[in-house]
Every structure is written in C-alpha cells, then in structure tokens.
C-alpha cells in the first residue's frame, strides 16, 4: 500500500511538469489551432536559461536568492524565444495551408534542439545543474510515504502557476479578449481586440509556464539536457489532448492522469513490460488511446469541429 | 532597407544607359580572366595553376559565357542574367578568399582571381541595371516539323545524361575524410586548410543553382519541361539508362556506389512517403518506422548470425512479406486514427514511431522478450546470392570493367526506386490519386461526391507504409544491419524535409531532395555536426518563402500561392469556433 | 408513377433545437420539386439528412424503396448526388478533373490496376474521359475543361458543380440554391439546364430563393418554416396561400411576440 501511496506521489509530482507545459499547448491551440511542436523546446530553454543565470551569479549566492532570479532567467529566455518564434516563423503563415505551420513548428523544433546541442558550451549530452534544493532531504508524507524537497517544490510551484493562470484568464482584461478570440477570432477583432497581441499573450504565458517547468526539471534531476524537451512535449501535448485541448483545466487534470498512469504503468505493468525502459512508451499507448476512443479529451475539447 | 534599394535604384539609374556595354565588357573580361591562373601556389586543387580553366574557374567561365545576353535579345534577359552574374561573382568572389585564406595570405592570389573578382562585379551591375524584362513571354516551343519528335527526344536523353553528369561530377569531388567522433565545427578543430573539398564542392553546387536559375529564367527549363512531358516514356527510359550506367562511370571505386545506393534507400522512403503527404495530405511523422519494421523483419529472417530465429528465407519472399507486414501495421495505426483530424494524425503517427523505436531498444532479453538485441541491432545480414550462384558481395567484371560489389547493390536500389517511382506515378495519374486529391482539397465535397473517405486515406496510408517495408527490407541487405538508431524520430522528419525540399506531389521532387539533403552533409563536412539544425531552418524557410518546394506540382504551386483560404479543406478556417476556459 | 425519394417524419435536433421537425416529402420519377422557405428554416439542414451529412434525429428516408444509408458516399452511390449552397469544387483540380472524381462510384480501377495499367484500366478511364467531356459540353463547361475550378467564373462554377454531380449517375437530383449570385441571363440558362437534366429522367429537388425561377420550373413546390413543413402542393397553390406569404413577410404580431 506504502508503495502504492509514494507511487502516487511520484505522479503527481511528474504530472504536475506536464500540466504546465500542456498549459502553453492548449492556449496556443485553443486560439491558433496551432500545435506549437516547438514548445517542448521552450520548457528544455527554460531550464538551459536558469542554469545560464545561475552560472552568471557569483559563487555561494544563497539559494534562496538564486532560485528566484533562475526563475526569472529562465523565464526571460523562453518568452524571448517564443516571441521571436511566433513573429518570425508563424505569423507570416496565417491562412496558408494547415500543413505548413506543423511542418514549421517541427522545423522550429530541431533548430532550436541544435542550437543548444552546437553553441552551448557542454551541451553535447546532459549538463549537470546546480542541486539548489537537496534532493535527499525529504518530507515524510506519514508511513513510509515521503517527498523529496525538490519534488515538493514541484508540485508547490506547478499549482501556484496553474491557478494564476486560470486567475488571469477569467478575471483580467486580457485574459476575456483571449477568451474571447478563441471564440470567435474575427468578432473580436470587430470589437477592438488586437488579436495579434492576444495571440502573442497566450505564447509569452505559455513560455513563462514552461520555464517554470524546466527550473523544475533541472531542480529534480540534478541535470538539463537538449533532448529533454522532445519527448517531454510530446508528452505534454498528449497531457492536453486527454484533458480536452483548448481547455485549461482539461491540461492540468490531463497533465496529473497523465502523470499517473506513466508511473503506475511502470510500476505494476504486466511483466517484461514494466520498468523505466518502456515508460515512454507507456504514455504514447495512452495518447493513441485517448485519441482513437475519446478525441474530445476527458473534460471535452473547447474546440468546436471545424466544417 | 528602403534606403538601400533607393540608393540602388539611384545607382542603377546612373548606370542604365551604358548597363549593356558595362556588363559585356565585364563578362568578356571574365572569360580573359579564366584562362590566367588564379593562385600562386599549387597546394590548392582543381587546377589554378595553369592556363586551362578547371573547377571554379571552368564554373565561372561557363556562367560567364551567358553575358551574350547582353548582344542578344532573348526573353527573360535580365533576371537570367542577374543570376548567371550574380553567382559568377559569388564563386569567383569565394575562391579567390579561399585562396587568400588557405595559402596564408593575399600574396598566394593569382593576378586572374583579383581582375576576375571585380570583372564579375562589372559583370553582375551590367546585368542588374539593365531595362526590366517582359515577363508575358510565352513557353517556346520547336517549330513543328518531321524532326521535331526527333529533336525533342533527344532532348529528353540529352537532359538525362545533363543530370547524370552533374550528379556524377558532385559525387566524384572527394570528401574530406574524419576520423569518427571528432568534433567538427565551423572555426573549431577543422583548419581551414583541410576544406578544399568542400570548397570545390560549394562552387560547383553554387554554379549548379546558377545555370538552373539561368536557364529556367530564359524559360529553357519550362520549354524542356513540356518537352519532357510530351516525351515522358523517351525521359524515363533515358533517366534509367543513366542510372543504370552510373557504375561504369566510376572507374572501379566502391565508395561512391555505396553513397548512390544510400541515396537510392532514402530516395525511395522520401517517394514513398510522398505519397501520404503530397497526394493524400496525410502528415505521417512516423514513417521511418514503417521502414523499420521491413529492415528488421528482413533482417531477422535473412540468416544474420545475430537473428535470435534461425531461418533464411528466399529474398524475393523476403521483400513480400516486409511489404506485407508493414502494411498491415499500416492499416492497425490508420484504420482507428485516420478519422481525426490531420494534426492529430501526426501526433498519432509520432507517438507509433517512438513506440517502434522504444520496442526495438527494449527487445533484447532483458527488458523484453531477445527478438531485436536491443541497441546493437541485428548485423552480420550475410550477402545476397541470386539463385544462380550471383552473389552480391562480389567483385565482377561486366563488359571488359571490373565493377566493386556495390554496384550489385546500387543496381538493386535502382530497382527499387523505379518500381517506387513507378508506382507512384502511375497512381498519381489514376482514379486513385485523383480521389486523394480530392480529399485534400475539400473533404466533404469529395465524400458528397461518392468517395469513401475514411477507406482512401487509409489506403494511402497503408500503401505508404507497405512502399516503406519493402524500401526496408532491400536496405537492410545493403547496409547488412538493422538497428534502433537508424529509426527514430529524427530520421523521419529528414525524409519530411526531403519531400518537402524537393516538392510536395511530384516524384522528382522526392528525388532531388533525398539526393540534396543524403550529399550536403556527406560532401560539406563541416555541416555534419550542424546538418540538423540546417536541415531545421530549411524547413522553417521553405515554408515561408517557397512552400511548394524546387520542384513543385503545378497543383501545389497553385494551392500554397492563392489569395486567402477559400474552399481549401487544407486551409486553416476563415471563421473557426473554439474556446478557452 | 414511380415514388423516387420517400422522406418520412424526418427530424434532426441540434440540443436543444429542433431544425427540422418531422418533415415528409415524397419525389416521383422526372419530378422537379421546389423546397422554400425563409432563411433558417432548415431547408439545407434537411438535405444534409437526406445525403448523410448529417444524421437524422428520427425519421426514415427511402430512395427507390430502400433506405438511404447514413454516409455521404454511400448516398451518392445509391444515386442521390447533391450541390452545395456555397459551391464546393476542388479548387485547383481542373474542371475536367474535377467531373472525373464524380466518376469514382461508377468506376472499379484499384491501386493494382492503376500500377498495372491493363486494357480494362484503360478502356475504363477513357469511357469516364468520354463521359465527363460529354457532361462538361452538356452544361456548356466544354471550352473551359482545363481551366482550374477556382479560376472560373461564379455562374459555371454553379454549372461545374452540376455536372461533377450528374458524373455520378444519379436517380436523382439536390440543388442548394443553384442561382445564387446569378444575373438574369445565367439564371435564364439554369432553368434550361435544369429542363434538360429534367429529360434525361433525373428527378430533382432544389432549394430557392428566386420565387420566379421556382414557380416557373417545379412541378411541387413544398413550403419549410421554422423546420416544419407549412404546406405542399402545385405552384398556383403555393403561391396563392396566405400562410406562405406570411411566413415570408411575417406579420406584425408574430414579431412582437418572438
């Protein structure tokens, strides 16, 4: 049962990264119907901007300093990015065929992975990240059920930024005009919404989210690597398609069953097919599942069929 | 920007009165400039020594022989010679820093590169101040006549052999050889020194591009392209007869057979592939798995030392069953998918494409049932015997030439490809590929209409995976491994880039991208660490500048071209309903 | 006289609104029959159930006395073809191309065949070339057959869209609105190729606004308001009925209460 319970935890905690990454997917689609495949990357940038600030920081900056301005690092280089990605490589393709746009993202995709993988110093296979956040000190969750601080931090962090998320869009300004151009994109640039900029917003928050993901990751695993943000993405992506894309709390529930069932496949699929070697496969089972038996995702997609 | 272009124009007014005798006298000097040698020193190749012209001299001389334009009035005159000039200017420019850089220093720079340089400058401001042309000039023709069949068909074979010259030349620059896992960047370990390939390589590509540019500007390429049309079955007979012939060419080495027969591999993926995506609008992101599957069934089945099932079945059965089976992996992925819509399929089919690859990792006995040994792959596939005691690993002497055992494996790739392009062809042109277009255009309409949707995407789909098992299974007898390596994700999206590049829907397209995309990096090797991220940007600026790809289907020209989305089912929605909350 | 179409009680709901409440419609052989009403009366709506687009709430639809199958394809196998309001070619299909997909049910050729190319799959795709030509100089398309669909003018868009239509050999015959955007001539020209599809013994069924062209053309006209059927019957009925006019002009208390 003990096992059970911590696996349970483990879930949650890998759930909740891809809640917050799945969040930038379905805002994106939720407005452009557009699957951003490059915004896997975004979050691996994230974490690659948060180590770039903590290298910058002279040695033995406490971590309580440190972490806030890795955040912020983080964050600016994956806003950065997304923003240049979305002026640059996909606005132009606005009313061009669907295809183009996907190929692009893909293309925007290994660009961004190269990039990283040529120009970063050391970056060729997985570079070490600072262990700001002691991984061996952890929290007895009672039993033998515990959380390490890093994992916690996770999971504090991850709902923090989901439910100042949800805040912005229902109660702010923007967030209604966002609401709004998802609707019903030509209304609303009828009533004076600049839909550019809206469309902008929901990359820049999408990007924001996924940075605080890639702190997270680095945090957890003790290392950041180029290769991170593919799968995870994709991994991401599928979190926002079981939830309902287009649908913000569709991502989060998506991201946490998602979180759960690739740990609890790892732990109790029927042998030979258990263990961590088959537990990227597991996710991918579940996302061609989801997609065959319920596209609509599991709280329904926002997203009206397009005739 | 537009300070640049007023500036220019300002200039171009000043010139424009003598733009004629500017640019001939630039190109006339340009010619003169090709026979004096242009490096001092003889450590630099391709012939810059002497008086005769070789390498980037002869490409400079040949694009500067178009400044006739300059006496003769033909159609398309200034673009075409705007680019003959420009890229004259552009190797000439390139060779004569390469000469400065690789013999240390300007003084290593022969008389004729210097004059050359600013010969071609002449040359290319002649070109660019010239009267624009008048771009309603219709597609010549021949005039009609009792030789006109004749004449064209020749034609048809001269342009075969055109191309098999070409890619016989851009084989046969040697490539810089590396030791394996060096660390290759622009500026890092690699001396400049070492990049006389590839610097030899890049001014025949660029005089490549130039002439093709040339040419298809004076409408030559158009005209030839009718011709071709009209003659199709003289072309195709030519084009293989080329390909056939390739080997003899070769003098005996292996090495650029073994290049040609992998490009053969990928050029039959990328047509096969082209299929899904260029006529039935189907984004496959998973199609390198498909062709996984045929190599490893082949591979597991051919009598490899390392295959876990002792059993060596005929080839012929072999490629069948390969074809067979992927195909019918084809059907299980699309048969429930295929009903999403389009983005959602290529997540699908990139979510069966890691499945694949993380099956065939795990399956070494460990972490699954021994069928695939993991990492290491299935290797040692023995050679290939006809059954006339013809084996394949062997040296043969045909004609009076000894021909390397890779020929026997190129003939054969060449086989494949030609049944692929074949088929592709055919069905392109049929009922079939008439129906998928359909459905790429406008869904609904194409059901109104009688066509059982669901049941011809799924057969493109399926037909595609059955052409990448068989391209599969003959790739595992030429490379003689299979292993999880050669199929993952990255693999798929080069064969994307590859139809992509070379144009969607077209067969030679396909061709010409694979071919582009396999020697890019084999010949330039200072790309190989950076192809990736090339091959990434490409995408990105192929989608934004020429979606239809170089060798576009008059179709998707149209299609990727047209004002605003219209009835185009493959166009993103004018209106759309969706939602956040 | 053979009943061609047999609609009966059909009804489609769209959550809580009901679009088109259990309407019957009976087509007889070489019948043209005229289908108005006001705008969102749930005429379209009504053809999309009868060829599959859309699946009925409730109701039956027969065509020659067996149902008609819930699958547009299946539909257009059976005979009943269909055009669309807001004309939906293949845009950058030629028209000659465009006609030949009409050709898709009543052709046979496979992958195999069409790789293989053996007399029958050249004797089929010359019969659907001469078929598709014959049609193409039928609505007077036959100049223009390599054109892109997308390139010709509004009026013989309508007409391309009416012979891919005729391609499939249909029993019979759904117009949405074929003079839409027409001038009076090319509306003049629409009902003399709606008399000759008439002749070829193809029964049609149209949707229009053009009350002119409708009572000069049908043979029934059937009146749709507010997805019920008002009533049904020759033209001169229709047209002298107080309720259809009503219906269209709406009468002042009606308003009010809306």
Redesign the interface.
């Known amino acids: 049962m003990d096992l059970f319970l911590q696996q349970l935890v483990n879930g949650l905690v890998l759930g909740a990264t891809y809640g917050l990454i799945a969040l930038g997917y379905t805002m994106v689609y939720g407005i452009v119907q557009l699957i951003n495949f490059a915004h896997g990357e975004i979050f691996m940038l994230g974490g690659f901007g948060a180590l770039t600030t903590y290298l910058a920081l002279p040695s033995g900056t406490p971590a309580g300093v440190a972490l806030p301005l890795m955040l912020l690092g983080g964050m600016a280089v994956s806003v950065t990015v997304a923003v240049i990605m979305e002026r640059f490589a996909y606005r132009p393709l606005r009313g061009a065929p669907r295809l183009a746009p996907l190929i692009t993202a893909l293309g925007v995709s290994i660009a961004l992975q190269e990039l990283i993988r040529n120009f970063y110093p050391r970056a060729k296979s997985a570079r070490n990240f600072p262990q700001l956040v002691n991984p061996d000190r952890r929290f007895s969750l009672g039993g033998d059920v515990s959380i390490s601080a890093p994992n916690l931090l996770t999971i504090v962090v991850a709902v923090i930024g989901m439910v100042a998320l949800s805040t912005f869009v229902r109660r702010s300004r923007t967030g209604r005009a966002m609401q709004a151009t998802a609707q019903d994109p030509d209304t609303a640039r009828l009533m004076g919404i600049d839909t550019d900029r809206i469309i902008v917003t929901a990359f820049v928050l999408g990007a924001a989210l996924a940075a605080v993901a890639g702190l997270a990751q680095g945090l957890r695993f003790g290392q950041v690597d180029f290769r991170m943000g593919f799968i995870t993405g994709i991994k991401a992506f599928t979190a926002a398609v079981l939830g309902g894309i287009g649908n913000i709390s569709g991502a989060v529930l998506g991201g946490f069953t998602l979180g759960l069932v690739e740990v609890m496949a790892t732990q109790y699929a029927p042998e030979p097919f258990a263990g961590g070697a088959w537990k990227d496969a597991w996710a991918f089972v579940v996302l061609i599942v989801v997609l065959v038996f319920r596209p609509t995702g599991l709280l329904g997609e926002r997203v009206a069929a397009r005739a | 920007m537009s300070v640049v272009a007023a500036a220019r124009t300002r200039g171009g007014a000043l010139v424009a009165p003598f733009a004629r005798q500017l640019g001939l006298a630039g190109s006339v000097l340009l010619v003169i400039c090709c026979f004096l040698p242009w490096s001092t020193y003889s450590g630099f190749p391709g012939k810059m020594l002497n008086s005769t012209p070789g390498g980037a001299r002869l490409y400079v001389l040949l694009l500067a022989l178009f400044g006739f334009l300059f006496v003769k009035d033909l159609p398309g005159r200034r673009r075409a010679l705007g680019s003959a000039s420009t890229f004259a200017f552009v190797i000439a420019l390139l060779t004569m820093l390469f000469i400065a850089y690789a013999g240390r220093g300007l003084v290593n720079v022969g008389s004729g590169a210097f004059v050359g340089v600013v010969a071609a400058l002449l040359y290319m401001v002649g070109a660019r101040s010239l009267p624009e042309d008048d771009r309603t000039a219709p597609v010549r023709s021949l005039p009609d006549g009792r030789w006109r069949a004749a004449v064209e068909s020749v034609l048809c074979v001269l342009a075969a052999v055109a191309a098999l010259a070409a890619f016989v030349i851009g084989l046969g620059i040697p490539s810089t050889s590396i030791a394996d896992g060096e660390d290759y960047?622009l500026g890092g370990a690699i001396s400049l020194n070492d990049l006389t390939n590839e610097s030899q390589f890049l001014s025949f590509l660029l005089f490549l591009c130039g002439l093709m540019l040339a040419l298809s500007r004076m409408g030559v390429i158009a005209s030839l392209g009718a011709i071709t049309k009209r003659h199709s079955k003289v072309l195709v007979a030519a084009g293989l007869m080329a390909a056939v012939v390739f080997p003899f060419t070769q003098g005996g080495d292996g090495y650029s057979l073994r290049i040609a027969a992998s490009i053969g591999v990928f050029a039959a993926a990328a047509v096969g592939l082209n299929i899904v995506?260029g006529l039935a609008?189907l984004?496959d992101?998973g199609y390198i798995a498909f062709f996984g599957v045929g190599a490893y069934f082949a591979a597991i089945v051919s009598g490899s030392i390392t295959s876990v099932i002792d059993v060596h079945l005929p080839f012929g059965l072999v490629i069948l069953l390969s074809a067979l089976i992927a195909g019918l992996f084809g059907v299980l992925?699309g048969a429930?998918?295929l009903r999403?819509?389009?983005?959602?399929l290529?997540?699908?089919t990139?979510?069966?494409g890691?499945?694949f690859r993380?099956?065939v990792?795990?399956l070494d006995g460990s972490?699954?049932?021994k069928l695939t040994n993991g990492p290491n792959g299935v290797s040692n596939i023995p050679d290939l015997v006809l059954p006339g005691g013809f084996s394949f690993g062997e040296n043969h002497n045909l004609f009076g030439v000894d021909l390397p055992f890779q020929a026997n494996y190129y003939w054969l790739e060449v086989i494949l490809v030609a049944v692929v392009m074949?088929?592709f062809l055919?069905?392109a042109e049929?009922?079939?590929?008439?129906?998928w277009?359909?459905i790429r255009?406008?869904e609904?309409?194409?059901?109104?209409?009688?066509?059982?949707?669901t049941r011809l995407k799924l057969?493109a789909f399926a037909?595609g995976a059955t052409l990448a098992g068989a391209a599969g299974s003959v790739s595992a007898h030429v490379v003689k491994v299979a292993a999880p390596d050669s199929f993952t994700?990255?693999e798929s999206?080069l064969l994307?880039?590859a139809v992509?590049l070379g144009g969607m829907g077209t067969v030679q397209g396909a061709l010409l991208g694979a071919t582009v995309l396999y020697l890019l990096p084999e010949k330039l090797r200072f790309l190989q660490?950076?192809r990736?991220?090339v091959?990434?940007?490409?995408?990105?600026l192929i989608?934004?500048l020429r979606?239809e790809g170089l060798v576009p289907s008059k179709?998707?020209q149209?299609?990727?071209h047209?004002a605003?989305?219209?009835?185009?089912a493959?166009?993103?929605?004018?209106?759309?309903?969706?939602?956040?909350? | 006289m053979t009943i061609v179409l047999q609609a009966s009680a059909v009804t489609k709901r769209f959550g809580g609104l009901t679009a088109v409440k259990s309407v019957d419609l009976e087509v007889n052989e070489g019948e043209v029959v005229g289908l108005i009403g006001p705008n969102g009366a749930g005429k379209t709506t009504f053809f999309n159930c009868l060829t599959g687009l859309e699946t009925p709430t409730a109701g039956e639809v027969t065509y020659r006395g067996t149902p008609l199958p819930r699958r547009p394809d299946l539909v257009t196998k059976a005979g009943v073809a269909r055009t669309f309001q807001n004309i939906r070619l293949f845009p950058n299909m030629t028209a000659l191309e465009n006609v030949l997909v009409g050709r898709h049910t009543r052709t046979r050729a496979g992958v195999l065949a069409a790789v293989g190319r053996g007399p029958r799959y050249h004797r089929e795709e010359r019969e659907s070339e001469d078929r598709s030509r014959e049609l193409l100089d039928f609505v007077g398309l036959g100049k223009v057959r390599n054109e892109l669909a997308k390139a010709l003018p509004y009026g013989d868009q309508r007409k391309l869209e009416i012979a891919r239509a005729l391609a499939t050999d249909p029993g019979l015959l759904l117009l949405d609105e074929p003079t839409a955007g027409m001038n009076p001539n090319e509306t003049a020209a629409t009902v003399k190729l709606v008399r000759a599809i008439q002749e070829r013994s193809i029964a049609i069924v149209l949707i229009e606004h053009d009350m002119r062209f409708v009572f000069g053309l049908c043979d029934r006209v059937a009146v749709l308001v507010q997805g019920e059927k008002l009533m049904e019957g020759p033209p001169s009925a229709v047209q002298a009925d107080e309720r259809v006019v009503a219906a269209y002009l709406g009468t002042p208390t009606e308003e009010d209460t809306a």
């Open positions: 960047r995506v609008g984004l992101l992925l429930p998918t999403l819509r389009g983005d959602y290529a997540i699908v990139l979510g069966f890691e499945i993380i099956t990792n795990n972490a699954g049932p074949t088929a055919r069905l049929s009922r079939i590929g008439r129906a277009v359909a255009e406008d609904l309409a194409a059901a109104a209409t009688g066509i059982n949707t057969l037909l994700f990255l999206a994307l880039a992509i660490d950076l990736l991220l091959f990434g940007i490409v995408l990105v989608m934004r979606p179709r998707r149209r299609e990727f047209e605003g989305g219209g009835a185009d493959l166009a993103a929605p004018p209106g759309h309903a969706g939602a956040l909350g």
